[in-house]
């Protein structure tokens, strides 16, 4: 008895680590998926360094308690698979999400996003947002615009002048 506790703690303890050094968590519902469907979320979610893991929903409750996050447990009912990913804020919630939009069967159930614990739609939010390399393409085609526009009015002029002395 004793030795079936301490390893709980053990893996409680281990759970709770998970989630602190998390920079994003996606609590799904997988119940419905099939092995292979699984399989395929798997493998996608691991080459996106994501990290996907089956947890007592017991040991997950004590765990999300012992780090701050007890809102999570309300959503800790039923067989809970748990995305955890300690590099890519968005790579979670983006592969999930749209593995959900072929497979109804999965459903996005809470997160936690940098530390705040975030409802499904917060989650589905993130997920829908353009990749960092999207938000910098648009940054950067932002701050060009003045310059191209400038570049095109002085051609413009120098066009005019052009055809005025000639």
């Given at each position: 008895?004793?030795?079936?506790?301490?390893?709980?703690?053990?893996?409680?303890?281990?759970?709770?680590e998970k989630?602190?050094?998390?920079?994003?968590?996606?609590?799904?519902?997988?119940?419905?998926?099939?092995?292979?469907?699984l399989?395929?979320?798997?493998?996608?979610?691991?080459?996106?360094?994501?990290?996907?893991?089956?947890?007592?929903?017991?040991?997950t409750?004590?765990?999300?308690?012992?780090?701050?996050?007890?809102?999570?447990?309300?959503?800790?009912?039923?067989?809970n698979?748990?995305?955890?990913?300690?590099?890519?804020?968005?790579?979670?919630?983006?592969?999930?999400?749209?593995?959900?939009?072929?497979?109804?069967?999965?459903?996005?159930?809470?997160?936690?996003?940098?530390?705040?614990?975030?409802?499904?739609?917060d989650?589905?939010?993130?997920?829908?947002?353009p990749?960092?390399?999207?938000?910098?393409?648009?940054?950067?085609?932002?701050?060009?615009?003045?310059?191209?526009?400038?570049?095109?009015?002085t051609?413009?002029?120098?066009?005019?002048?052009?055809?005025?002395?000639?």
């Amino acid at each position: 008895m004793n030795k079936a506790i301490e390893t709980k703690k053990v893996q409680v303890q281990e759970i709770a680590e998970k989630f602190q050094s998390a920079a994003s968590v996606v609590v799904v519902d997988y119940r419905g998926l099939n092995v292979a469907q699984l399989t395929e979320l798997r493998k996608q979610l691991r080459e996106a360094g994501v990290e996907f893991k089956v947890f007592k929903n017991s040991l997950t409750r004590r765990a999300t308690e012992s780090v701050g996050f007890e809102a999570l447990n309300e959503h800790l009912t039923g067989p809970n698979a748990v995305a955890f990913s300690t590099e890519d804020v968005v790579a979670p919630a983006k592969i999930i999400n749209d593995f959900a939009k072929t497979n109804e069967a999965l459903e996005i159930k809470a997160g936690v996003i940098e530390g705040t614990v975030a409802s499904a739609a917060d989650v589905k939010a993130l997920a829908e947002l353009p990749s960092r390399d999207g938000l910098l393409s648009m940054l950067l085609s932002v701050l060009q615009a003045p310059m191209r526009n400038f570049a095109v009015v002085t051609k413009a002029v120098a066009d005019q002048k052009e055809e005025q002395g000639a």
